[in-house]
């Protein structure tokens, strides 16, 4: 199967597009390198430098490749920035789509997988999150991500372009970016490698469930051969807080280091979890990768740097 990974030298797309390979599936990745790396390529794969947000060239490369599939990584993920500046969160990742989707609708697609959002989209609820509940995202982040999915929808109803939206909750794991403000695990790990104490933002009692990427890779390889249409929470329904996190972090490093805390970020929500188990009742998917191994996996990576 020929796939077209966008974002796909990215933390998480790069872990999928390893598994596409893996599965003998033929890919190409278009990335802008923005926050990709170049190290993360898969050699297997074929490479396009090119933005989401130019329609004239993405949708040159869609027409030009005629993937199969197309997984939709490529987007603007940052919570704190799209409150400060929500008219580059659209342009990402609503214009973009809508860029991807308009050449898509010519080729014809068998299929659209997003990386959507799990917990930024249900908004100050009873946790864990199910599919069932109003979507009420309290970011422009999570907005753009939840217009996505209705776009999608569109595109399905009106094109017959079948779709699986992926809402992620907090995934980690080797090769995440710790130089912006998503990914505490990666922030923490790598500063307490380089011996620095991080700063928690607020309290640290926020809590969040966190999703190892190889997980999370596994989710996308099921859904290739899914005839499910919708929405699919991927996460453990496990809440951990920012302190535990620390503290986890930390002892996986074999450090005794102090807690220190700053402001809180505006656009936080207090506390998510996602309820998975409709993606094993459709996909047969749960996680498999418990907290304390994951984070261990992820100290070892940072300290093999």
Do not use: C
């Not at 940052?78 to 080729?107: C, H, R, T």
């Amino acid at each position: 199967m020929k796939i077209l990974v966008t974002g796909g030298a990215g933390f998480i797309a790069s872990h999928v597009v390893d598994a596409y390979v893996e599965f003998g599936h033929e890919v190409v990745i278009v990335d802008n390198l923005s926050t990709g790396n170049l190290k993360n390529l898969n050699p297997k794969a074929k490479f396009i430098e090119a933005d989401i947000t130019d329609k004239d060239k993405i949708q040159a490369i869609i027409k030009s490749e005629r993937p199969e599939v197309i997984n939709h990584h490529a987007a603007h993920i940052q919570v704190g920035y799209s409150v400060k500046n929500p008219q580059f969160d659209a342009e990402n990742n609503i214009i973009g789509l809508l860029n991807i989707m308009e050449a898509a609708k010519e080729i014809p697609i068998k299929k659209v997988i997003m990386a959507a959002t799990g917990g930024a989209m249900y908004g100050n609820k009873k946790t864990p999150f199910t599919e069932e509940m109003k979507a009420e995202p309290l970011s422009p982040y999570g907005i753009s991500k939840r217009a996505g999915e209705l776009y999608l929808n569109y595109y399905h109803e009106l094109y017959h372009i079948p779709f699986i939206s992926l809402r992620y909750s907090n995934v980690y794991g080797p090769r995440q970016n710790a130089h912006g403000e998503s990914g505490v695990i990666a922030i923490f790990s790598e500063m307490m490698a380089q011996g620095q104490t991080p700063i928690i933002n607020g309290d640290g009692t926020h809590t969040r469930d966190y999703v190892y990427v190889e997980d999370v890779a596994q989710a996308n390889v099921l859904a290739l051969n899914s005839d499910f249409v919708g929405e699919l929470n991927i996460g453990t329904k496990t809440e951990i807080s920012t302190n535990e996190v620390f503290r986890k972090v930390a002892q996986a490093m074999g450090l005794v280091m102090e807690e220190k805390h700053g402001v809180e970020r505006p656009g936080e929500q207090v506390t998510s979890s996602l309820d998975y188990s409709k993606a094993t009742a459709i996909l047969g998917w749960r996680p498999q990768v418990n907290f304390d191994e994951g984070v261990r996996r992820v100290v070892e990576w940072y300290r093999s740097k």
